[in-house]
């Protein structure tokens, strides 16, 4: 079946500093690519659709400003979490939707804990 | 808007039982229905889809059928074993072309017990 990797799979920082996440898919080529963030006991929050060659369009309420999602290439979408704050810790998941299956297919995803 | 409700967990079976998890949507159209699971400390992993009404997604023993007719998709398994401890997201998405994003369900936590 399709693989989705991210990496790292954990991170520690210190607030302030920056964090990128890295999302690829390795067998098939995703021309969309999907990012969320789920709290401890919950279900997935959708964050952001990142295109490949265009901008990012963000939900209601996340920062683009703090979150900047690049999806250069059709493999690969990277996340990358600015001046992150201990509230920023959390676990960030990324997906991949394979247009010839027309199915999300999902990464390990990234626990970040910020200091 | 489209809408995924989920019975709510957490549910504890023992090893062998037969397991229900209740899910019903609300869409516009002929959405795709899915079924993934998420066990702890990681990402989902796709468990089944089905893709339009009377199909009847299957693997590792699960299987969910698209019932149209009471917007259901409930995920059944004959014999649980506890390594099917997980939770599970029920999600659909629009039928439109090129049209990717899913609504999820809350998530109904699975425990099984020897």
């Known amino acids: 079946g399709a693989v989705v990797s991210q990496h790292p799979s954990w991170v520690i920082c210190k607030s302030g500093t920056s964090v990128k996440i890295e999302c690829r898919s390795l067998?098939?080529?995703?021309?969309?690519m999907f990012w969320y963030r789920q709290f401890p006991k919950q279900s997935l929050m959708l964050m952001a659709t990142?295109?490949?060659?265009?901008?990012?369009?963000?939900e209601q309420g996340v920062e683009k400003d703090k979150f900047l999602i690049n999806h250069a290439s059709l493999t690969l979408s990277t996340l990358t979490v600015t001046s992150a704050h201990p509230e920023d810790s959390s676990f960030y998941i990324c997906?991949?939707?394979?247009?010839?299956?027309?199915?999300?297919?999902f990464g390990p995803g990234t626990r970040l804990t910020v200091l | 808007g489209n809408s995924v409700t989920q019975m709510e967990g957490p549910v504890t079976l023992s090893e062998e039982a037969f397991l229900t998890i209740n899910c019903t949507y609300t869409?516009?159209?002929?959405?795709?229905l899915f079924w993934y699971v998420q066990y702890p400390g990681e990402g989902l992993q796709l468990l089944l889809k089905?893709?339009?009404?009377?199909d009847k997604g299957s693997n590792k023993g699960f299987e969910a059928t698209y019932r149209k007719e009471t917007t259901s998709f409930h995920l059944e398994k004959g014999s649980v074993q506890v390594s099917d401890s997980a939770v599970y997201f029920c999600?659909?998405?629009?039928?439109?072309?090129?049209?990717?994003?899913?609504?999820f369900g809350k998530g109904t936590k699975l425990s099984v017990i020897p």
């Open positions: 997906s991949a939707a394979d247009g010839y299956t027309d199915t999300q297919y």
């Open positions: 990142s295109n490949e060659g265009s901008k990012a369009t963000y």
């Open positions: 089905a893709t339009k009404a009377d």
């Open positions: 869409a516009t159209g002929y959405p795709s």
């Open positions: 999600a659909l998405k629009d039928s439109g072309a090129g049209s990717y994003q899913l609504t």
């Open positions: 067998d098939f080529q995703a021309t969309t």
